[in-house]
């Protein structure tokens, strides 16, 4: 696909474009293939996860806009940093020093300013490049063979690219040599992780984030996690730049769980009765092992019942998954690491929600559902951060956890139930709540409401019909472009089979996932199917998201702080 | 020649409106990524500009009336159509997004009423002009494309 010519310049160079504005959309693709890169666009973040996760090793760079309606564009960089952990350009109209830093905070490789020119889209290779050179770098600090495994098989898939000057393949080509005799004595032990990044699997972040909640949150640190985790292959840079992600992303969800509780105004739910719990409940359990293929089966379970939880997710915005520090900051956030993200870490501490804001309100099974989350994992539910109230109007789904109810809510969901149903839960909640508070909630999710079964209540019909017109378009507007098949049409039935999967998640794997179908949910809303190959812990709930809080989040004075904890990960992220 | 006429005519709008700054630019930029395999790609993108931009400016609109005084998501959208302005270089209709945004910021109602107003007749002006233009170019014939204007 790529070849690179005698000037070694990487053409087919394949560029995830992610802009909701359609005009800009069709300037980059065309910008970007006369550059004679491999173009892939996408209208919605959303979508653009989905693609991602699918292919995860399709795509080289993304660029993204910042301001998007389904999903606040760091938000995206922080997601893509740590599941992908592919380089990521951001884009905007706004140059304010402001935006742009917190684009370096959140890992971005660079911020440009709209109109874009086309010789600055010219020179995004360096960014693949430059972040290439830095994960040899990490590797070759590592003493493990698996590790150097995993950058042979890097180096191997670049150079076929031809991605790499002829000089820096040789370099490679070299250590790759020098290593070989290792590899191969290590044969067996064999690179769990063939591929070229270490990728936080759903299971991998669950003994992550049972590790980090076994040593204590406050004492944790990269060797003593790798040393728990006991996984082979990993190393400590990889665990090292996974919690910097991971804290970031708490921090984030710290924050705006902080938001919502001061802004935010409590809203009446209808709540379903202990029997929707029931029912949920069930629904959940009939599906085990469907594995992660099976996620679109849970879904559809789900959906009948999401309208019981919807209310009650709102309610119960769980915020940080894991320990967060309380509010007064902790230095939880770090910059992103750009390593990998399991979806399942913060499943794990989320299921910890202390936060549970109370809210009596809360539909028992949303209780349920959360409180299954007990993943294998042992973390004491008490752990966490206690929030006084939560706010319903956001169930971002990067913090889903903040839509987990408190464990000890009225409806005491017995361990035995599954995690599945929990993002689903929380999904349907979220966007009931966001029906509700605003008119003008995603079109996505409201087509994704529309297709959702009859559980859903009249609040949903409403606002689904007010919407409809600006669902047909944004599903136009994913047709024109994104060029993932099915996706737009596949909409609203994938929702639903998003929906069924999740229940069938009930076996190990569902439950560190937990928090990722929480998580995940969100997006499935948008119309997506999910890819919950595991990781969707990091879906977004920002189709939820309330347009006005966008651009609240990020404002953390703290967090640049805390990026200095990890100095040997901070050259990686700002590499 | 009648195809000269039409050329000239075609070549004279677009001068227009470059000297009087509805366009900027980055219109250019666009002209220069038409090529055979996009043989109409500045139409297209000019187009798709101005179908979306009017689902922006309604989504103002009705916020405008539904959310009175609700600076911050006012000003969202506009920020979103701001940048979509920036788009095809549409230069006036970007200055007025910007004069509304400083109206938000000041939480002058009214202001931002003006400015929209004012919005709503250039993006209508812009819209007829290019249109305009673009038959032109058709009228002149299928081998000619747009080019700069010398020395422009």
Known sequence: MALADATGFPYGLRVLVVDDDPTWLKILEKMLRKCSYEVTTCGLASVALQILRERRNKFDIVISDVNMPDMDGFRLLEHIGLEMDLPVIMMSIDGETSRVMKGVQHGACDYLLKPVRMKELRN?????????????KEIEGNDSCDDLQIFRNGCEGLEERGLFMRAE???????????KDHIDQDSSDGATVKKARVVWSVDLHQKFVNAVNQIGFDKVGPKKILDLMNVPGLTRENVASHLQKYRLYLSRLQKQNEERIMGAARQDFSHKGPSDNLNLRNSFQEQPGNGASGFQHSSQKIQAQNNMLDPHLEDTKIVVPLKVPDKSGTPVSDVIDPQNATSASPLGGVLSFERMPLNQDRKPSETMILECQS???????????????????????????SCLPKPYLEHPITPGHLYAPSPLVSMSCSMEGDLRDFSDVKPDLLGCMKSLSPALTCTVDSVSAQLSDSVVTSTNSDQKFSSVEGLSSGKDCHFDQARNQ????????????CGTDLACLPDDLSGYQLGLNGIDLFQCNDAMMLHGLQNNWYDDPELSSEIMEFPLLDGCLFA | MECYNLQRQAACLKRSLFDQGYLDEQFYQIEDLQDEASPNFTEEVVSLFFKDSARLMTNIEQAMEKNPRDFNRWDAHMQQLKGSCSSIGASRMKNECASFRNSCRDENAEGCMRSFQKLKREHGVLRQKLESYFQLLRQAGPFETATRPGGA
Not at chain 1, 170 to 179: E, G, I, Q
Not at chain 1, 379 to 385: A, D, G, L, S, T
Not at chain 1, 502 to 513: K, R, V
Request: proline residues 6%; aromatic residues 10%.
């Open chain 1, 502 to 513: 999740a229940p069938s998640l009930i076996s190990e794997e569902a439950s560190t996932i």
């Open chain 1, 124 to 136: 995004i290779w360096q960014h693949v490049y430059r972040k290439k050179m830095h994960e040899v």
């Open chain 1, 375 to 401: 993943w294998s994992g042992s973390v004491p539910p008490k752990q966490f951060m206690q929030y006084p109230k939560h706010n319903h109007e956001r169930c971002d789904l990067l913090g889903d956890y």
């Open chain 1, 169 to 179: 393949s040789d370099t490679m080509r070299k250590r790759k040599d020098v290593d």
